[in-house]
């Protein structure tokens, strides 16, 4: 069983920064590959970015590429999403989530474990 609790959303804007973090609970963190998803009113979640158990590989959404980082800190069974040059667009809860696959998915059916979510706001 993991639990998991996001933090660092808020109201940015636009061309700002912001960066989450996702505490888990759990000792075996370090095998889960972790993703970040985010839902925006109206809209389906959609997969945002994700990195496997070592953080030797990840894996973003073209949305994202080049603007967001992911990484880990398993010592602090934390991982983390940098999200520069915010845009409008980018407004939505954001979600980590946790699976046993060894590799970053895109895919929300690869993730057994979800958190409550962050909200965050980019003004125009």
């Known amino acids: 069983q993991v639990q998991l609790v996001e933090s660092g959303g808020g109201l940015v804007q636009a061309g700002g920064s912001l960066r989450l973090s996702c505490a888990a609970s759990?000792?075996?963190?370090?095998?889960?590959?972790m993703g970040w998803f985010r839902q925006a009113p109206g809209k389906e979640r959609e997969f945002v970015a994700a990195?496997?158990?070592?953080?030797?590989?990840?894996y973003y959404a073209d949305s994202v590429k080049g603007r967001f980082t992911i990484s880990r800190d398993n010592a602090k069974n934390t991982v983390y999403l940098q999200m520069n040059s915010l845009k409008p667009e980018d407004t939505a809860v954001y979600y980590c989530?946790?699976?046993?696959?060894?590799?970053?998915?895109?895919?929300?059916?690869?993730?057994?474990?979800w958190g409550q979510g962050t909200q965050v706001t980019v003004s125009s």
């Open positions: 990195i496997s158990w070592s953080g030797g590989s990840t």
């Open positions: 989530a946790a699976g046993q696959g060894a590799y970053p998915s895109g895919s929300p059916l690869a993730y057994d474990y």
């Open positions: 759990g000792r075996t963190f370090s095998s889960y590959a």
